[in-house]
């Protein structure tokens, strides 16, 4: 299981707390040191079922293909934290999003 966060977010230290003290194991990711390739944020995009919503600008009237290239020249914009596990992930905001997904 991938966790992709922002080491100064809020929302993705109590994501990180929560997995922690329910010792579930996991692969941090902090996106804005590991640079994401195009190609990785459309797989998290087809995991996703709001896809649209990976990103924290208005994307009303914009294709995908506009949303990720986007996300590729400012990865900041990226929402988080994500959890991806398997072929499905979840934005985990709030981060209590995470325990029904992964039933804890």
């Known amino acids: 299981m991938n966790i992709y966060i922002n080491p100064h ?16 194991a996991f692969n941090q990711i902090n996106y804005l040191e ?25 994307t009303a009237g914009l294709d995908k293909d506009a949303i990720l290239s986007m996300l ?10 994500i959890i991806e596990l398997d072929e499905k992930a979840i934005i985990a905001r709030p981060p209590e999003k995470c325990i029904e997904f992964l039933g804890i």
């Open 34 to 58: 590991n640079s994401m390739p195009i190609q990785q944020l459309e797989q998290l995009w087809d995991k996703l079922d709001e896809p649209q919503n990976m990103a924290r600008f208005d």
């Open 72 to 81: 590729s020249e400012d990865i900041s914009l990226l929402q988080r934290p």
């Open 9 to 24: 977010c809020s929302k993705c230290l109590s994501l990180l707390k929560l997995l922690k003290l329910n010792q579930i």
